[in-house]
């Protein structure tokens, strides 16, 4: 049996992730040595661990030829060199710290894995609703048109400012909603499957609206039931709800309304699963 106190921080993209595993690194949670930068989106960073990152990258490359993870990956098996070195990575890590955590959303695609791999493992699943993940990756996209044109100024900039800007969200919003809702329905559905397989008590789902309600209770159950040893960080210090994107018209704009349908009702699913 595994002795480590291990935390799967997970969920879609653009769901919360960062911030609460922000948080956590502040109550004294180790959740890596080296990580991924900041970015647009992502001001405060994204506090994913390098290694993570680079094995599903890695991984998602030799399945489907993308590593970004939003590009409906399908239900690919992972063959024996890849188990390796995802369970390598963990062993890895285990030897090192006798408490750790991890966050890279990309981790959603690979649960069965890991779920095999570490059976002793907690897993905090930060939910969020899918029009403002959609919006939030549409608005993502945007803001790195407008950093693109800002950085080439002049001529460029005029053009982007005056002509194509004013344009540009409407098209964002015909060409990506349907696969972003894609998306998330995939990693969202991979969460559920992970959830009714998992041990009783050994995963807590998070609404990601009551984060800023609810971080006391979460850090309770992190401690009491789970056995964590952390120290309460305000989570006020690290909320920043002007960084929230705008959400957008999505419904208006996916042309595959099933994929509302499937939407709505997965996401009331695993509402049911919330504990907060």
């Not at 897993?123 to 407008?146: A, E, M, Q």
């Not at 120290?231 to 709800?241: C, D, G, H």
Request: aromatic residues 10%; positive net charge.
């Amino acid at each position: 049996m595994m002795k480590n106190k291990v935390l799967v921080i997970t969920g879609m993209h653009r769901s919360g992730t960062s911030l609460i595993t922000q948080w956590l690194q502040k109550c004294g949670l180790h959740i890596g040595d080296q990580f991924l930068g900041a970015g647009i989106g992502n001001t405060d960073g994204h506090f994913e661990d390098i290694d993570f990152v680079e094995a599903h990258r890695g991984i998602l490359r030799e399945l489907t030829g993308n590593d970004e993870g939003l590009l409906h990956p399908g239900d690919h098996c992972l063959h024996a060199e890849q188990r390796q070195l995802l369970d390598t990575l963990l062993n890895n890590k285990n030897a090192a710290r006798a408490q750790w955590g991890w966050k890279d959303p990309r981790t959603c695609l690979f649960l069965d894995t890991y779920r095999e791999l570490l059976p002793g493992a907690n897993y905090l699943v930060i939910l969020r609703d899918y029009r403002s993940v959609v919006s939030s990756l549409l608005s993502r996209r945007f803001k790195k048109s407008d950093h693109k044109y800002a950085m080439k100024g002049g001529l460029p900039l005029l053009i982007w400012k005056y002509f194509k800007k004013p344009f540009r969200k409407k098209k964002l919003l015909h060409q990506y909603s349907d696969r972003y809702l894609r998306a998330w329905i995939i990693y969202n559905q991979r969460i559920l499957q992970h959830l009714l397989l998992l041990p009783a008590g050994t995963y807590l789902v998070i609404d990601h609206t009551s984060l800023s309600q609810t971080n006391q209770a979460i850090y309770d159950h992190l401690t009491k039931e789970w056995q964590l040893e952390l120290n309460y960080f305000e989570f006020a210090k690290v909320y920043k709800e002007n960084l929230l994107s705008e959400v957008w018209d999505v419904k208006a704009y996916v042309k595959d309304k099933s994929l509302l349908t499937k939407a709505e009702a997965l996401q009331a699913t695993l509402l049911q699963h919330a504990a907060y």
